[in-house]
Structure formats: C-alpha cells, structure tokens
C-alpha cells in the first residue's frame, strides 16, 4: 500500500506526462499553465488510494485521478473568473494572465478532457464511473451557484452554509474516493460508505479553513489572518457569529460588516474580540470534529481489513492537523 | 424512415420532456431558457437520420441526440459572452437576461449534462461513442478559439478560414452523423465516410451563411444584409477579395474597413460593389457547391441501399436552397 506522498509523486508524473493537445496555443497553453501549477492533489491521490484498498492497482484508476483533477482545475480557471481573483499559488490567474475569453474557453476544453482521460479506463465499470462523475461535477457547479446567490442573500443560514459547501467542495472529495473503490472493485454498500467518508471529510476539511483563517498561526498559515473577515465572507464563524447574537451585540457585528472607512486590522481585531465572547472558536472546532469522528465512523465501517484503510486514516489524521 | 419534420418534432418532444434539474433556479433556469428557445436542431436530427439509415432506432439513439443538442446550446451561451451579444433568436442573451457568471456556469453545467444524457445510452459502444464526442467536442473549442484568434490577426488567408469552420461548426454536425451511425451498427469504414459526409456539408453550410450575409434576399434572409460587411468579419468573401486584390483595389477594400464615419449602407454598397469587379458571389458559390458535390459524394460511397440515405439527401437539399 502507497502512502500519499508517493502517490501524490506518482500522479504528478503521470500528469506531467499526460498530453492534451497544444494547438492553438492561445486555448492549451493556459490548460498547461493551470495543471502545473501545483496543489496538493488531494481528490486523485483519494481516488487511488481507494482503488487500492479494495485491491485494484493504482496504474489501472490512474486516467480517473487525471480525470478529476484536470475537472477540479477546471473549476479553478472559472471560479477565479467570478470571484475576480488575480492571483492563484502566486501565479496571475489565467483570466489575467490571458484574458477572460480565453480563461472560459480553456476552462470548458479542461471539462471536456477529464471526460477523455476517463475514457481512457480500461473498466467494465465505465458507466458507473460515468454515472458518479456526472452527478458530482454538476454538484460542483449547484454549490458554485449557491455560493454565488449567497453573496446577496442575507438570510443565509449555517444549514444553508453546510448545504452549499458539502455541494462545491465535499461531493467531489467524496466521488473521488467512491469512483476508485469502483475501480477497485468494491461493493455497492463500500462505495457508498467510502463516499460517506469522503462528505464528512470534506465538510470538516471546508470547516478547517474557514476556522484557519481566523484562528490559525500566521507564522504557518501562509497568508494573512483574517481575509474572510475583511471580504465579510459567510463563513461558518460569521453565521455562528449571526446565529447567536441578539439585539446590540448583532448591531455591533452588522455595523463593522457595514463599516466601508474602518481600518482592516481594526476591523479584524474587534471582529476576533466578538467571536471570542460568543466562543466561535470552541464552536467551530466542535463542529470540525464532529464531522472528521463521522467520516472515521464511516471509514471503520467498510469491509475491509483495517490494515488496508491505513493510508485513509493518514491523510484524515494529516487534515485534522494541518495548519495551513 | 422519418423524414427531417418527423424527427425534429420527436426530438422536441424529447427534450421538452427530459429533466436536467431544477435546483438552484439561478443556475438551472438559464439551462431551461436556453434549450426552449428552439433551433432548427440540425445535428440531433442528422444523428437520428444516420442511427435509423444504418438499421437502428431512433428512441435507442435518442440520448445521444440530447447530449448533442446540450453540448451545442453549451457553446452558444458561452459564445455569446465572448462576442458580447445580447440577444439570440430575439431574445436576451443569458448573460444578459442573468448575468456573466450565471452564463458561464449554467454554460459548465450544460456541458456536463450533455454526458449525462450520454450515459444513458444502452448501447455497446458507449466508449466509442464517447471518443468521438470527446473529440468533436474538443475540436469546437479549438474552432472558436482560431475564430478569436482571427479578430487580430490581418495574416489570416483561406486556407486558415477553411480550417477554422471546419472545427468550429463541421466537425459537430459531421460527429453527430458518425455517432449515429455507431449506434446504428455501421461498419467502421461507413461511420468514416458518413463522417466526410457531414463534414462538406458543414463547410458548405458556413459558406452559405457568409454567401447570404452579402447576396441574401433581404426578404427572406431574416436579418439585415450587410451585417458581416459592417462588421469587417473574415468571412469566406472578405478573405477572397483581399486575396484577390493588389495596389490600389486593395487600398480601396482596406480603407473602407478602416473607415468609421462611414454611413453602415454606403460602405454596404462599396463592399458589395468591389465583390461584383471580383466576381466574389460566383467563386463563393463554386466553392460552396464544390463541398456540396463531395459530401454527395461521400455519402453515395456508404454501402447502404440508396433508399436507406433518402432522408440524408433531402436534408442536403433543403440546406443548398435554404434562404436562411
């Protein structure tokens, strides 16, 4: 059994060496740029770490690991479009390194060769493979939607939150996974309990970064804290926040989201001073852990050896701590 | 063997009745906007017509005459963001009616959709049928990316026209033939030539739509004639004349172009009367029944009985006399 960081060195070259076209070089050198920027490749390596528990090997479910990470960079080109995002891993974005146009168009051409690298299986199992793919990759976009609405919406609500966020970032995380026990040759009741797994991580996975940027090391964080804070991002803290608070202490939180000529680290520390009355953090961790002790119970709760979940429980364990 | 109405009214029928989602409204209610505003259906039709010539049936190629359909009106609402066009078939652009980045994810989601109605072929060939789909659909990226390509590049001649059209609209109405003919059960050999079929009639029919922008019956042709002319787009026509032309004819072509005072119908009647001098409306027409004759040709190359083909060659017919 593979652990991630050699699946993750496995992936990325056979990503590297993957080709998907160059001409003309206006619409695939932007797909070049965006796969090579790096990440942590986190949904393939899931996807081959699944289909090699249940005993499939990982060269077999390698074209649907490409499949889902060239998708989920997909959605990073289009996504930054939306959000206006200049900047991605400290590169221009491709929208700003290209143009906009360009950014849709390399973006769509990046869906439409997942779906060549996913045929490139060599499974009876194409069609169900297929069959979680479509599902999860339109959930992507119901989440990204929902996201979008939520900007102008201000009776959003934490089940509201959860919805969109198990929607644009867990159902991918969690059809990774389920796509590579079907590879694997898993039964239907494994796949679904692995998928399970994989919503749960996701959510607290989401949870965590909402809570880093608040509450984590800016010395390990890597960016600086308190981002969500400034953009009034509907975080699960700020809809913790909102729940909770009544009468003054709502206005007080409402006025500085309203405050346009606060100073931003003001505006950061009198936010974080709000969250620490109301014990946000505590709250926010409860709500993390619950979700990793539920994707734990779904995990144990597949028919398998535990030995062969091993490399799982790691990168649960490696999520719960991470720092940035 | 149905004929172009009875396939067009079933397809209708079709996609009128199939569901693609509901929730949320803001993300699927451009996709319903979008697939009700009709069309001729061109490619769905012609995917059916070959699926039925080579002994198969329509209902069993259905899903794939939605996913070809899906995947077309995809490229629309994303085309229309890229020309900036506010309206199609006299109606507000989804951009437009929504906003940009509701038409570019509702834009992502028909695509995925489009496999979505493709897995549900019961066919076995469904990863052949999902190579060509991959491929074609690819190939319209490319197309439409040589076609933003052009707008700054005055280096572009025929040849790099002839290209462009092929990719941009033959290749989908020629894989929209070649994939009902797999599941009609040709042989590889007619799925190619069926392929070749389509792929002159497609440059055939872009032709004509250059042709009848500048010698259209302006009752009969639906929208100004001339718009292309206004506009400087590279047609076939303009790229000819400027072929064509050297020292001061050249001068004369170039410099209306340039012009921007100039009333929209004087410039019109200039263009229109430099095509006469180069007999510009009969190379156009030769070139257009030049791919004519070798789609015909194409398809009486198909080991079929010739009245199996009867439904294809009426709908050449009806594109060669169109008016519109």
Not at 6 to 35: C, D, I, M, R, W
Not at 108 to 116: F, H, N, T, V
Not at 286 to 310: C, G, N, P, T, W
Request: net charge negative; proline share 2%; hydrophobic share 40%.
């Amino acid at each position: 059994m593979n652990t991630f960081e050699n699946l993750q060195l496995g992936f990325n070259k056979e990503l590297n060496a993957y080709h998907v076209g160059s001409h003309p070089k206006n619409l695939y050198g932007p797909v070049h740029y965006t796969l090579s920027m790096g990440g942590k490749r986190l949904r393939p390596v899931l996807l081959l770490m699944a289909a090699e528990a249940f005993g499939g090997n990982t060269e077999h479910a390698m074209p649907a690991a490409l499949a889902i990470e060239i998708f989920h960079n997909s959605t990073l080109v289009h996504d930054d479009i939306m959000d206006k995002a200049d900047l991605r891993r400290n590169q221009p974005t491709v929208h700003r390194e290209w143009n906009t146009n360009i950014a849709i168009l390399s973006g769509d051409l990046m869906i439409l060769k997942s779906y060549e690298a996913l045929n490139k299986l060599d499974t009876p199992h194409l069609s169900s493979v297929l069959s979680v793919f479509n599902r999860i990759t339109a959930q992507v976009c119901e989440g990204q939607q929902l996201d979008l609405d939520f900007e102008n919406n201000n009776e959003v609500n934490i089940s509201d939150y959860m919805d969109m966020i198990r929607l644009k970032t867990s159902v991918l995380l969690a059809g990774a996974l389920e796509i590579g026990a079907i590879i694997g040759g898993a039964s239907k009741e494994d796949a679904k309990k692995i998928y399970c797994f994989g919503e749960h991580l996701g959510l607290a996975f989401q949870l965590q970064d909402d809570f880093l940027d608040a509450f984590g090391n800016k010395n390990t964080f890597g960016k600086k804290i308190g981002g969500d804070i400034v953009a009034n991002k509907k975080t699960y803290l700020l809809l913790k926040a909102l729940e909770l608070t009544q009468g003054p202490y709502r206005d007080q939180l409402t006025s500085l989201m309203n405050n346009k000529s606060i100073d931003e680290n003001e505006k950061i520390a009198q936010v974080l001073q709000i969250y620490k009355g109301l014990k946000i953090k505590e709250l926010a961790e409860d709500a993390m852990l619950k979700h990793y002790d539920k994707a734990f119970a779904s995990l144990k709760d597949v028919q398998l050896d535990e030995i062969r979940k091993h490399a799982l429980y790691q990168v649960s364990e490696k999520l719960i701590h991470r720092e940035s």
